[in-house]
Every structure is written in structure tokens, then in C-alpha cells.
């Protein structure tokens, strides 16, 4: 992960972006930490009024939890250890607003982040897709943000259907997923230009609406989360299981989806 703050005295703008493009800027455990130290850092920081978030390439916004990670878990059902819960500027207590910039895939633990950001905007090629059930695993917290954030059965559907289907730029626009389209390579710009115009409001009340648009579905959000742990625990393969189902995928042909 990296920050660019080039642009910061202009505008009050910092873009962090997802910096390892050989790996579809997947998420390993010191990008996690680096995710959280930045939002929290942003908290004390008064030249920063908004912030940008985006992948480096064009290939991948985020694919997610790097597969090599391995996160021992507790033997209880009751918790639960996941580095991507605090990957995200709100459980980091940021309120200044963020705008994702989305270029290629989006898909599953991308879905923390992009699920605490202010609004998306993606380019005409960009897709987002959740693999979970494709590999016998629960999709819990992202499904949780992801149903906040588009109509029920779109959220649904995107979860189920795992990587046999990827919902395209467009379909995510006309769900309210996605708030602008751009043409390709064309997102960081677009989500720079829209969050300079929020910079330049004053910045505690831009600071109090992000808050109170978060609390309006803070409760049912809250409560949803609530049962993710007991979810997962409950219904995921075990992790051999989950091994062999993603080798099996990785060493054969790429599996067939459909863009819709």
C-alpha cells in the first residue's frame, strides 16, 4: 500500500492506493495493518479532507484476503479472527468521507473496504463478483455490506452465484452499487475531481454528514454483523476442504463466468 499526498496542498485530497499489482492487489497481513494505520493517521491530519482509494493497475481494485495468508482461528464458534475487519476507514473511527476508485476485478474481501466507503465510481470495464460459495465457504461480512448497498436480491445474487457470475460495471450502476462510469482508466481521475469538490466544503459539517448517512443504517448493520462469526463458523468447509476446492480451481482450466 502506498499513499500519494502530491496533491494534498492543492486540494486536500490523498489518494492511497493497493500496491501489489502482481498479486491483483490482494491483501496480505502487513498491507492490513498499513490499511489501518493510514485511516487512523487521516484521523489527526487536518490536510487531509478526503481521501481517494483505489488499486494499482488496471487489472484489480482488490481481490481480497491474498490466498498464501493463514490466519490460525479459535476453536470456539463464539469469535473469530479476521485481518480484514479493520482493513476499513469506519471500524478505524475515520468520518472523513472516502471515495473508491475502481478499475478490473472487485471481489471478496474487497467488499470491506469498498462497503465503508462514501460512494464507488467505476470504470466501463471494471466487475465485482463474491468467489465464497464457489470454494464452500460462508460469505458473511461482505454480503452484510453488500446488501447496505444495492437491492436485496442483487446483493444475493452476487453472493450465490460465486464465480460463475460477475456483475458488470454497468449492471452495478443501474443498482445503485456504483454512482458514476467511466470510460477505462479513466476512475482515479473522475473520483479526484468529485472528492476536490467535497475537500473544499467546510470540513466538520462534510465530517458530521458522513456520520449521520453511516448511522442511518448503523443499527441493522450492527446486528447483521452480530451473527457473521456464528455463520461462518457454522457453515464453511473445513479449511483442507477450502484448500483443495481452490487448487483444484487454480490448476485447471479458468472457470466460466458470465458477465451480466
Not at 98 to 110: I, L, N, Q, R, S
Not at 111 to 120: A, H, S, T
Not at 216 to 236: D, F, K, Q, V, W
Request: proline share 7%.
Amino acid at each position: 500500500m502506498r499513499i500519494d499526498r502530491d496533491a494534498v496542498a492543492d486540494t486536500g485530497v490523498a489518494v492511497v492506493v493497493l500496491d501489489r499489482p502482481d498479486r491483483l492487489n490482494a491483501l496480505d497481513l502487513p498491507a492490513a495493518a498499513a490499511l489501518a494505520a493510514a485511516w487512523r493517521a487521516f484521523r489527526r491530519d487536518d490536510s487531509v479532507r478526503a481521501v481517494v482509494l483505489t488499486g494499482s493497475g488496471t487489472r484489480a481494485f482488490c481481490t481480497g484476503i491474498d490466498r498464501s495468508v493463514r490466519v490460525p482461528q479459535p476453536t470456539s464458534p463464539y469469535s473469530i479472527d479476521d485481518p480484514l475487519l479493520t482493513i476499513g476507514p469506519k471500524a478505524n473511527d475515520l468520518w472523513k468521507p472516502v471515495v473508491a476508485a475502481v478499475e478490473g476485478m472487485a471481489c471478496g474481501g474487497a467488499f470491506y473496504l469498498l462497503g465503508e466507503c462514501e460512494f464507488l465510481i467505476a470504470s466501463r470495464e471494471a466487475s465485482f463478483f463474491d468467489p465464497h460459495t464457489a470454494y464452500g465457504m460462508v460469505s458473511a461480512y461482505e454480503s452484510v455490506l453488500l446488501a447496505q448497498r444495492m437491492p436485496y436480491g442483487e446483493a444475493a445474487r452476487l453472493a450465490l452465484t460465486g464465480t460463475a457470475e460477475r456483475l458488470s460495471a454497468v449492471r452495478a450502476y443501474e443498482t445503485g452499487l456504483v454512482s458514476e462510469l467511466t470510460e477505462p482508466g479513466g476512475a482515479r481521475a473522475a473520483a479526484l475531481r468529485v472528492a476536490a469538490v467535497i475537500a473544499a466544503q467546510p470540513p466538520l459539517a462534510v465530517q458530521g454528514t458522513v456520520r449521520a448517512v453511516w448511522a442511518a443504517r448503523e443499527a441493522a448493520r450492527s446486528h447483521a454483523l452480530a451473527l457473521a462469526p456464528h455463520l461462518i463458523a457454522l457453515g464453511n468447509l473445513p479449511p483442507e476442504e477450502q484448500a483443495r476446492l481452490f487448487e483444484a480451481r487454480k490448476e485447471g482450466a479458468p472457470p466460466e463466468h458470465r458477465l451480466r
